[in-house]
C-alpha cells in the first residue's frame, strides 16, 4: 500500500523534505508510518489522518489505507 | 539579589522624578514583572478609571531576571489598564530596552497623572528626568524619534522605548515600541501613554545587575542553556522563526481567514516561511535577510526582512528598502489570511508601518478584516472610506489602510477604534472577533478548543500568549480536559511572565529550569510548587482587577460566529467552539463560582485576603 506522507515545520535534524510516498504493509497504522519515517520523538509530533486528527494515544490502532495523506508536524506554539 | 529595591516614580502633572524603595513584601509574593506590577497597579488606582485618563497608572516592569545572563533575560512587561479592554493590561517586550534599564539600576517605572506638554523621560543610570517632546520628538514616527533621541544625546547606545503617531492620536491599540521594532504590542497600552502627553523612555545604563549567588547563578544558568541550546526546538526557531506556524494552522484548519469566516486560506503558501525564504523573481533576493536575537537571548527567532525594491507599496520611498524588523508569525495572520491577501510583501511593508507608527498589527489587521466584512455587506460604504475599496485580498486596501490607522486620518480614526468600538458603530457587533474588546490572535478557537478557553477566559482579553494549550489541541485531545490544561498553563505562564525571561524556552525547560534561576538569582525559597501558587495568585490579583472595574463572568465569552457557525473545513469541519462545556470545569478548577468570582476560600488559599 502507498500513502503520502506530509511533514510540516519539522526541526532540524529530523527529515525537511514535506512531502513523500511511504510504503506500508496492509494493515500498517498511524503508528507504523511514524516510526518508518524515523522521527526523534514520534509521540511529540501532531498527526492529521487525512484532516481528521489522531490523538497520540490511538495512533497505534488507527489504520491508514491506500492514497491515505498523512501530515505530521510538532506542536509548535504562536509567537 | 536581583533585585536593585528601587524604583523610578513618576509623576508627569507634577513633573517629578523619584527613587522609592521596591516593596520587598509584594515581591515575595507576586515575584515581578507582570506579577509585581499588577500588585502596584491594584493597590494604587481606581480599577473603574478611564484608562485614558490622568488617574490611569501606567508601569513599565522588568523582571529579577531581566539583565542577567540567563538566556532570554531580556523581556519587561507594560502594566496598565488597558484602552482597548478596559481591562488589566499586561504586555510584554523583548529586544534590549527591559535590560538597559536593569543595567541602569531599576526595577520598575511607575508613572502616574498627565504632563500638560508632551514630555519624554530620559534616564541615565541613577539620573531620571522629564524633558520636553515638544517640536523635537512630538508628531514624529517611532523611529524618527528614536534616532532624534539619540543624536540629542550623543550616544547611540541608548534604548529607548516610544510611541508613534498610533500613540499620539489614541489609536485604541497602539502600541509602545522599544529597539524600532519591539513592541508592547497589546491592549493599547501606547494610547495609555499618549493621554499622558509621554513620548518616549530613553535609557542608558551601565551599573549592571547583582545576583545573590553568583557561582550558583552561573551553573543553574549554565544547566539551562545547556538544554536549550542544543535543542532542535531551539535551532527550528532560529531557522524558520514562528511564521512556520502557518503551515501548521493552514493544515490544521485553524487559521483565521478573512475574518474567521473561514479557517484555511488558499494563499498560504505564497506567505509561509518557505515563501519568506525563497528569492524573488524580481531582482534574486529573499524577503528574509537574516534571524535576529534579543537581549541575552539563545534563541533567535526574531526576522529581518528587505522589501522588494519594486513593489508598489514602496515604489520611491527609500525608507522602506532597508533592512527593517520582519514578518512573525501572528503579524503575517493578520495581515495575510485575516484580510484575505496573498501578497508578502504588502504584508511586510504593512508590519513596517505598524512599528514604525506603533500599532498591534494583530490588533490592526483584525479590525481591518472586520471593516471588510462590514464593507462587504454594504454597512460601510465608499463614502465613509473615502473611496477607499475595503475588498477581502485587496493589498492595495491593506497598505493604504495601515498608511491612514498609522496617522489617524480619514477612515483610519475608525480602523482605530479596534474591531469591536469599529463593528458597534457600523451596527454589527458580532462581526468583531474580540474577547473583552481585544482581537484574536492565529488561532481559530472551532479546531482549536483548548485555546477558545484560553481567549475566552484571558484577563487581558483574547490571548495566544497567557496559556499553553497547543500541544493537546493539535493532538486532538479530549474537550473534557481542556479546563485542567488551561488552568495549569494559565499559572505557570504567568508564573514565568513574572520572571523577566521569554516563553519560547519552556518548550525545552520545565518549572524547576526557571525556580533555580530565580532561587540562585534572588533567594527566598523559590521552588516549582511556589512559582506554580505565585502564578495562581497572579492570575486571581488580575481577575479581581476586572472584577472591580466592571467586568464579570459574561464576558469570559467568544463572538457568535465561533460558538454557533461551524468550521466549514480542516479537523474541526461542522464544529463550534465547546465553550459551554469547557468553562464551568474551568470556573471549579480556578475556585471561582458560578459567575466567576473567586470564592473567599480561593483567596484565603492564597493568601490575598
Same mark, same amino acid.
Given at each position: 500500500?502507498?500513502?503520502?506522507?506530509?511533514?510540516?515545520?519539522?526541526?532540524?535534524?529530523?527529515?525537511?523534505?514535506?512531502?513523500?510516498?511511504?510504503?506500508?504493509?496492509?494493515?500498517?497504522?498511524?503508528?507504523?508510518?511514524?516510526?518508518?519515517?524515523?522521527?526523534?520523538?514520534?509521540?511529540?509530533?501532531?498527526?492529521?489522518?487525512?484532516?481528521?486528527?489522531?490523538?497520540?494515544?490511538?495512533?497505534?490502532?488507527?489504520?491508514?489505507?491506500?492514497?491515505?495523506?498523512?501530515?505530521?508536524?510538532?506542536?509548535?506554539?504562536?509567537? | 539579589?536581583?533585585?536593585?529595591?528601587?524604583?523610578?516614580?513618576?509623576?508627569? *502633572?507634577?513633573?517629578?522624578?523619584?527613587?522609592?524603595? !521596591? &516593596?520587598? /513584601?509584594?515581591?515575595?509574593?507576586? @515575584?515581578? +514583572?507582570? $506579577?509585581?506590577?499588577?500588585?502596584?497597579?491594584?493597590?494604587?488606582?481606581?480599577?473603574?478609571?478611564?484608562?485614558?485618563?490622568?488617574?490611569?497608572?501606567?508601569?513599565?516592569?522588568?523582571?529579577?531576571?531581566?539583565?542577567?545572563?540567563?538566556?532570554?533575560?531580556?523581556?519587561?512587561?507594560?502594566?496598565?489598564?488597558?484602552?482597548?479592554?478596559?481591562?488589566?493590561?499586561?504586555?510584554?517586550?523583548?529586544?534590549?530596552?527591559?535590560?538597559?534599564?536593569?543595567?541602569?539600576?531599576?526595577?520598575?517605572?511607575?508613572? *502616574?497623572?498627565?504632563?500638560?506638554?508632551?514630555?519624554? !523621560? &530620559?534616564? /541615565?543610570?541613577?539620573?531620571?528626568? @522629564?524633558? +520636553?517632546? $515638544?517640536?523635537?520628538?512630538?508628531?514624529?514616527?517611532?523611529?524618527?524619534?528614536?534616532?532624534?533621541?539619540?543624536?540629542?544625546?550623543?550616544?547611540?547606545?541608548?534604548?529607548?522605548?516610544?510611541?508613534?503617531?498610533?500613540?499620539?492620536?489614541?489609536?485604541?491599540?497602539?502600541?509602545?515600541?522599544?529597539?524600532?521594532?519591539?513592541?508592547?504590542?497589546?491592549?493599547?497600552?501606547?494610547?495609555?501613554?499618549?493621554?499622558?502627553?509621554?513620548?518616549?523612555?530613553?535609557?542608558?545604563?551601565?551599573?549592571?545587575?547583582?545576583?545573590?549567588?553568583?557561582?550558583?547563578?552561573?551553573?543553574?544558568?549554565?544547566?539551562?542553556?545547556?538544554?536549550?541550546?542544543? +535543542?532542535?526546538?531551539?535551532?527550528?526557531?532560529?531557522?524558520?522563526?514562528?511564521?512556520?506556524?502557518?503551515?501548521?494552522?493552514?493544515?490544521?484548519?485553524?487559521?483565521?481567514?478573512?475574518?474567521?469566516?473561514?479557517?484555511?486560506?488558499?494563499?498560504?503558501?505564497?506567505?509561509?516561511?518557505?515563501?519568506?525564504?525563497?528569492?524573488?523573481?524580481?531582482?534574486?533576493?529573499?524577503?528574509?535577510?537574516?534571524?535576529?536575537?534579543?537581549?541575552?537571548?539563545?534563541?533567535?527567532?526574531?526576522?529581518?526582512?528587505?522589501?522588494?525594491?519594486?513593489?508598489?507599496?514602496?515604489?520611491?520611498?527609500?525608507?522602506?528598502?532597508?533592512?527593517?524588523?520582519?514578518?512573525?508569525?501572528?503579524?503575517?495572520?493578520?495581515?495575510?489570511?485575516?484580510?484575505?491577501?496573498?501578497?508578502?510583501?504588502?504584508?511586510?511593508?504593512?508590519?513596517?508601518?505598524?512599528?514604525?507608527?506603533?500599532?498591534?498589527?494583530?490588533?490592526?489587521?483584525?479590525?481591518?478584516?472586520?471593516?471588510?466584512?462590514?464593507?462587504?455587506?454594504?454597512?460601510?460604504?465608499?463614502?465613509?472610506?473615502?473611496?477607499?475599496?475595503?475588498?477581502?485580498?485587496?493589498?492595495?486596501?491593506?497598505?493604504?489602510?495601515?498608511?491612514?490607522?498609522?496617522?489617524?486620518?480619514?477612515?483610519?480614526?475608525?480602523?482605530?477604534?479596534?474591531?469591536?468600538?469599529?463593528?458597534?458603530?457600523?451596527?454589527?457587533?458580532?462581526?468583531?472577533?474580540?474577547?473583552?474588546?481585544?482581537?484574536?490572535?492565529?488561532?481559530?478557537?472551532?479546531?482549536?478548543?483548548?485555546?477558545?478557553?484560553?481567549?475566552?477566559?484571558?484577563?487581558?482579553?483574547?490571548?495566544?500568549?497567557?496559556?499553553?494549550?497547543?500541544?493537546?489541541?493539535?493532538?486532538?485531545?479530549?474537550?473534557?480536559?481542556?479546563?485542567?490544561?488551561?488552568?495549569?498553563?494559565?499559572?505557570?505562564?504567568?508564573?514565568?511572565?513574572?520572571?523577566?525571561?521569554?516563553?519560547?524556552?519552556?518548550?525545552?525547560?520545565?518549572?524547576?529550569?526557571?525556580?533555580?534561576?530565580?532561587?540562585?538569582?534572588?533567594?527566598?525559597?523559590?521552588?516549582?510548587?511556589?512559582?506554580?501558587?505565585?502564578?495562581?495568585?497572579?492570575?486571581?490579583?488580575?481577575?479581581?482587577?476586572?472584577?472591580?472595574?466592571?467586568?464579570?463572568?459574561?464576558?469570559?465569552?467568544?463572538?457568535?460566529?465561533?460558538?454557533?457557525?461551524?468550521?466549514?473545513?480542516?479537523?474541526?469541519?461542522?464544529?463550534?467552539?465547546?465553550?459551554?462545556?469547557?468553562?464551568?470545569?474551568?470556573?471549579?478548577?480556578?475556585?471561582?463560582?458560578?459567575?466567576?468570582?473567586?470564592?473567599?476560600?480561593?483567596?484565603?488559599?492564597?493568601?490575598?485576603?
Amino acid at each position: 500500500m502507498k500513502i503520502t506522507v506530509k511533514t510540516l515545520a519539522i526541526r532540524p535534524p529530523a527529515p525537511l523534505d514535506a512531502e513523500r510516498a511511504m510504503e506500508l504493509p496492509d494493515g500498517a497504522t498511524v503508528a507504523d508510518a511514524l516510526a518508518k519515517l524515523g522521527l526523534e520523538k514520534p509521540g511529540s509530533h501532531a498527526t492529521l489522518l487525512n484532516d481528521e486528527s489522531v490523538p497520540t494515544g490511538k495512533r497505534a490502532g488507527t489504520p491508514v489505507n491506500e492514497n491515505d495523506v498523512l501530515t505530521i508536524f510538532p506542536p509548535i506554539h504562536g509567537g | 539579589m536581583a533585585w536593585h529595591e528601587k524604583i523610578l516614580r513618576v509623576d508627569l *502633572t507634577k513633573g517629578t522624578c523619584r527613587a522609592e524603595a !521596591l &516593596n520587598m /513584601e509584594w515581591a515575595a509574593q507576586y @515575584l515581578g +514583572s507582570r $506579577g509585581l506590577a499588577s500588585k502596584y497597579l491594584a493597590e494604587e488606582m481606581d480599577p473603574k478609571a478611564d484608562p485614558l485618563g490622568p488617574k490611569n497608572v501606567l508601569i513599565f516592569a522588568p523582571g529579577p531576571l531581566t539583565g542577567t545572563s540567563a538566556a532570554t533575560g531580556g523581556r519587561y512587561a507594560v502594566i496598565t489598564k488597558g484602552a482597548l479592554t478596559g481591562a488589566v493590561a499586561c504586555s510584554n517586550s523583548g529586544g534590549y530596552w527591559g535590560g538597559e534599564l536593569r543595567l541602569a539600576g531599576w526595577d520598575m517605572i511607575i508613572v *502616574t497623572g498627565k504632563a500638560k506638554k508632551p514630555v519624554y !523621560l &530620559n534616564i /541615565e543610570n541613577d539620573k531620571a528626568e @522629564l524633558l +520636553s517632546a $515638544g517640536k523635537f520628538i512630538w508628531g514624529q514616527s517611532v523611529w524618527e524619534t528614536e534616532a532624534r533621541i539619540k543624536e540629542r544625546h550623543g550616544d547611540t547606545r541608548i534604548r529607548v522605548a516610544s510611541i508613534g503617531r498610533a500613540g499620539e492620536t489614541l489609536s485604541r491599540y497602539a502600541c509602545i515600541v522599544n529597539d524600532l521594532d519591539r513592541a508592547a504590542g497589546r491592549s493599547g497600552v501606547g494610547a495609555v501613554m499618549g493621554s499622558k502627553n509621554l513620548k518616549a523612555i530613553a535609557v542608558r545604563g551601565t551599573s549592571g545587575v547583582q545576583v545573590k549567588d553568583a557561582d550558583a547563578f552561573h551553573a543553574a544558568v549554565t544547566a539551562a542553556r545547556a538544554k536549550l541550546d542544543p +535543542s532542535a526546538d531551539r535551532a527550528g526557531l532560529a531557522e524558520q522563526g514562528t511564521i512556520s506556524m502557518l503551515e501548521i494552522t493552514q493544515a490544521f484548519g485553524s487559521l483565521p481567514t478573512r475574518n474567521n469566516r473561514d479557517v484555511q486560506f488558499e494563499g498560504s503558501d505564497k506567505l509561509d516561511a518557505a515563501a519568506m525564504a525563497a528569492r524573488r523573481r524580481s531582482d534574486g533576493r529573499a524577503n528574509l535577510l537574516t534571524n535576529r536575537a534579543c537581549f541575552s537571548c539563545t534563541i533567535g527567532c526574531g526576522r529581518v526582512s528587505r522589501m522588494d525594491p519594486g513593489h508598489f507599496a514602496i515604489k520611491g520611498n527609500e525608507r522602506y528598502k532597508q533592512a527593517a524588523g520582519g514578518l512573525e508569525y501572528e503579524s503575517i495572520y493578520a495581515l495575510g489570511p485575516m484580510v484575505g491577501v496573498d501578497d508578502i510583501e504588502a504584508a511586510t511593508y504593512a508590519n513596517y508601518i505598524c512599528n514604525e507608527e506603533g500599532m498591534d498589527p494583530i490588533s490592526f489587521g483584525s479590525t481591518l478584516a472586520a471593516a471588510m466584512e462590514l464593507y462587504d455587506i454594504g454597512a460601510i460604504t465608499d463614502a465613509d472610506t473615502g473611496g477607499l475599496k475595503l475588498e477581502f485580498g485587496s493589498a492595495e486596501a491593506l497598505v493604504k489602510g495601515v498608511e491612514l490607522a498609522g496617522l489617524g486620518e480619514g477612515f483610519g480614526a475608525d480602523l482605530g477604534l479596534g474591531a469591536k468600538l469599529l463593528c458597534e458603530k457600523y451596527g454589527h457587533p458580532d462581526l468583531a472577533m474580540v474577547v473583552k474588546g481585544q482581537e484574536f490572535p492565529g488561532y481559530d478557537g472551532r479546531a482549536m478548543q483548548g485555546m477558545a478557553l484560553a481567549y475566552a477566559t484571558s484577563n487581558r482579553g483574547a490571548c495566544h500568549l497567557k496559556a499553553d494549550p497547543y500541544g493537546d489541541d493539535f493532538d486532538g485531545g479530549p474537550i473534557e480536559g481542556k479546563a485542567k490544561i488551561v488552568y495549569e498553563s494559565q499559572n505557570a505562564v504567568a508564573a514565568i511572565d513574572s520572571t523577566g525571561i521569554c516563553l519560547f524556552p519552556m518548550a525545552v525547560w520545565d518549572l524547576n529550569d526557571v525556580a533555580a534561576q530565580i532561587e540562585a538569582a534572588c533567594g527566598g525559597g523559590w521552588t516549582a510548587d511556589r512559582l506554580v501558587e505565585t502564578g495562581e495568585r497572579i492570575w486571581n490579583l488580575e481577575r479581581q482587577f476586572n472584577l472591580a472595574a466592571g467586568l464579570s463572568g459574561k464576558d469570559d465569552t467568544l463572538p457568535k460566529r465561533i460558538l454557533k457557525e461551524a468550521a466549514k473545513s480542516g479537523s474541526a469541519k461542522g464544529k463550534v467552539a465547546e465553550l459551554g462545556q469547557m468553562l464551568p470545569a474551568y470556573y471549579e478548577l480556578r475556585g471561582w463560582d458560578d459567575d466567576g468570582v473567586p470564592t473567599t476560600q480561593t483567596l484565603q488559599r492564597l493568601a490575598m485576603t
